[in-house]
């Protein structure tokens, strides 16, 4: 029985603030995502787009409120290393990724953490890699690739361990218009291919559009759900 249209995450009336509560950045949040969407939070910078899929991810807690993300609790240390490892894949703006390995090495690091054989990753690897169009540039460290070759390999390292769930972060922010065009249309044809979940936080409305569902952040609270 498919598992399409179940829960995938869930929020629950979440606050969050920073500098000891001067700062309030998510204000009664409330949220819920299926299986197999593509949804879009649109907002300006600043609204508070970032930190929600920051606590979705568990890089981050909330203040207050609940979240269920593929059946585990984000604020639980435990649940989020199983979270991270096994069923998250995360694509941030900036590519985070280390200057002075290859792409492979790059792609293989999530890999590494949860123990998978070096041949099944390899293969893993370079079906990832055709499929975004980098094969040619496995061996190549960062610092050599383009803006547009730097997202794909931060793609591939996101979905290296088969995520149900991807969270994309101003994935095309850094990209002149026709790359993150490219990006954008890359992410979604994965989407379909790995069967994977997607939440995108992008200021883009071309972007948020041609998404499944749009939710609009303005001022730390969802609106236009």
Known sequence: MSERGNLIATVRNV???YDQGRVTVLQDVSLEVRVGEVVALWGASGSGKSTLLHLLG????PD??????????PRSEE???KLRRHHLGFVF??????????????????????GRPAGETLARIQELAAQVGISHRLN???QDLSGGERQRTAICRALVNAPRLLLADEPTGSLDEKTGDAVFGLLKSLATKERITVILATHERRFAEACDRIVRVRDGRLVDV
Request: charged share 25%; aromatic share 2%.
């Open 140 to 142: 190549h460290r960062i």
């Open 64 to 73: 207050r409120g609940e979240l269920q993300v593929c059946g585990l609790d």
């Open 79 to 81: 649940d989020r290393l």
């Open 93 to 114: 703006q900036l590519h985070n990724l280390i200057p002075d390995l290859t792409v492979e090495e790059n792609v293989r690091v999530p890999a590494l953490a949860i």
């Open 58 to 61: 568990g890089l981050d807690v």
């Open 15 to 17: 606050w969050k603030s």
